[in-house]
């Protein structure tokens, strides 16, 4: 086919935008890490120098630092001064914003630096284990959806639910599996005090982070352990799963476990990316995010264990309603959904 120069120069104007993010995420970090942001925030609009002296860094490095900055768009440029806008700053230095992105960027780092054993597993077909994974991939991915959690889970999530918010209020013993640094079971512990909650994970590092995170906290009400999905023990009259289903090698027996653990008229609620079961619906930019990432974690993470399900980010509710009902599910709706979570109660 002959070469259309128009839409050539299209493509490498989108290449190029692509580029300037992907070089941009550790300058991100960077501002992260040393609060130029949050610095930024307060004082700004601020020369170089003077976010120089706020943050105790070096004046050429803060200049360069935020020209790129201005050049993204990260930050906002006029007669000499840097600032941020109110929408900069609701994505780069308001931690608990529910648009804060700034865990996302820590695991792009981690995914690139997980290239080596991915590239390898390409060839063989095999898993790269979730214990495995360069870097803290696993810091990096609490951060990443922490700020969902903490705006959505107890005051959306929960109440879409059946009954769920009034079983908690009144005491219940709850299970959150695959709880990683478990954000997503303190949250809930801290809403419900009435109730028991065990996060549950099978990689020793992440359940004892979460620990040492319960303790600094003085979360009472909560405990960590290690176990598998599919043989943690106890029984339950809730059990949750966040953003983990898809992960998991085996997730028939995951759903089949949690079924036989479930107190009778108790419920599982599964958290997942926000996928549309087509491929065709899923081109778009979060699409892109939760494929580029199934890529290098969910799927490595999947084939690593028995079964090697990999479903993927992108399963879709048609699959992951499939995988439910497949563990002796009979009940499975969406009970609630964000741009990047879908919400769906088992029973």
């Known amino acids: 086919m002959p070469l259309d120069e128009t839409r050539l120069n299209e493509f490498i104007g989108k290449v190029l935008g692509d580029l300037g993010g992907a070089v941009s995420v550790p300058l991100v970090r960077i501002g992260d890490a040393l609060g130029l942001y949050t610095a930024l ?27 790129a900055q201005a050049a993204s768009g990260y930050v906002t440029h006029a007669e000499g001064r840097f600032s941020l806008s109110p929408e900069q700053a609701f994505v780069f230095a308001t931690p608990d914003s529910p648009a804060n992105l700034i865990g996302a960027f820590d695991t792009a780092a981690a995914m690139v630096e997980n290239q080596t054993k991915v ?17 803290c991939l696993f810091c990096a991915v609490a951060r990443m959806f922490r700020p969902g959690y903490v705006n959505a889970l107890v005051q959306e999530w929960l109440p ?16 959150d599996i695959g709880c990683g640094h478990g954000v997503s079971t303190m949250l809930m512990a801290q809403a419900f005090p009435a109730s028991q909650f065990v996060g549950y994970d099978f990689h020793p590092g992440s359940i004892a982070a979460a620990s040492a995170h319960a303790l600094a906290h003085d979360i009472s009400n909560v405990r960590f352990d290690v176990a598998r999905a599919q043989d943690f023990p106890g029984d ?18 995951a759903a089949s476990h949690i079924r036989q653990k479930l107190k009778p008229g108790g419920t599982w609620m599964v958290v997942e990316p926000n996928a549309a079961d087509r491929l065709d619906d899923n081109l778009n930019p979060v699409g892109r995010l939760y494929y ?9 993470t999947s084939l690593a264990q028995e079964t090697g399900a990999a479903l993927g980010a992108q399963a879709g509710e048609a699959r992951l309603s499939e995988v439910i009902r ?22």
């Open 160 to 175: 879409a639910l059946d009954g769920v918010v009034e079983t908690l209020q009144d005491g219940a013993v709850v299970a």
């Open 119 to 135: 590239q390898v597993a390409f060839r063989t077909g095999k898993g790269v284990a979730w214990g495995d994974q360069a870097g």
């Open 41 to 67: 925030d307060r004082i700004g609009p601020a020369t170089p120098e003077a976010l120089a002296l706020a943050t105790g860094c070096a004046p050429r490095y803060i200049r360069e630092w935020l020209s």
């Open 236 to 253: 339950y009259d809730f059990v949750t799963c966040f953003d983990c289903l898809h992960d998991m090698g085996d997730p028939v027996a």
């Open 326 to 347: 497949a563990g002796g599910f009979t009940r499975v709706r969406r009970a609630a959904s964000t741009p990047l979570n879908m919400i769906l109660e088992a029973s």
């Open 292 to 300: 580029s990432a199934s890529t290098m974690i969910c799927v490595p």
